[in-house]
């Protein structure tokens, strides 16, 4: 079962924009982003019944539902460095930076357009070089 990207109704919000709707703090509003612009991983059932709980509003994210499993979940080694950092902005679990070398090029720009948020500034512009 792939993530549902739209309820019945045409309008509906997506998951990760109920899940993005949901987070009130900067650490859970940068991961909960930067988790949904990657896309592959919120894609999995298993990560999806670990992280996504209902919440009084719609779903939100648990991120404790993932502590200590980051090895069983089935992802690639590019998706679990990428998993790990994330949860290192809520505070979960001990991933080094020394992660962001097995990251690709579109990974590593979502978590650093991620780090303002993280920083609570919402003036620093994350974009490539030219």
């Known amino acids: 079962m792939s993530m549902p990207t739209k309820t019945d109704e045409p309008d509906a919000p997506t998951l990760g924009e109920q899940l993005l709707a949901s987070a009130t703090y900067n650490r859970g509003r940068a991961a909960t982003q930067a988790l949904v612009e990657e896309e592959t991983i919120l894609a999995l059932d298993n990560v999806r019944r670990l992280l996504v709980v209902e919440g009084e509003d719609g779903p939100v994210c648990h991120w404790e539902g993932l502590m200590g499993r980051l090895y069983g979940l ?29 990251l690709d090029e579109r990974r590593l720009l979502i978590l650093m357009r991620a ?15 030219l």
């Open 74 to 102: 089935g992802l690639d080694d590019v998706q679990r460095a990428f998993l790990g950092l994330v949860l290192g902005m809520v505070g979960i679990g001990l991933h080094t930076l020394f992660s962001v070398g097995e």
């Open 115 to 129: 780090m303002p948020t993280l920083a609570g500034n919402d003036r620093v512009a994350v974009g490539t070089r």
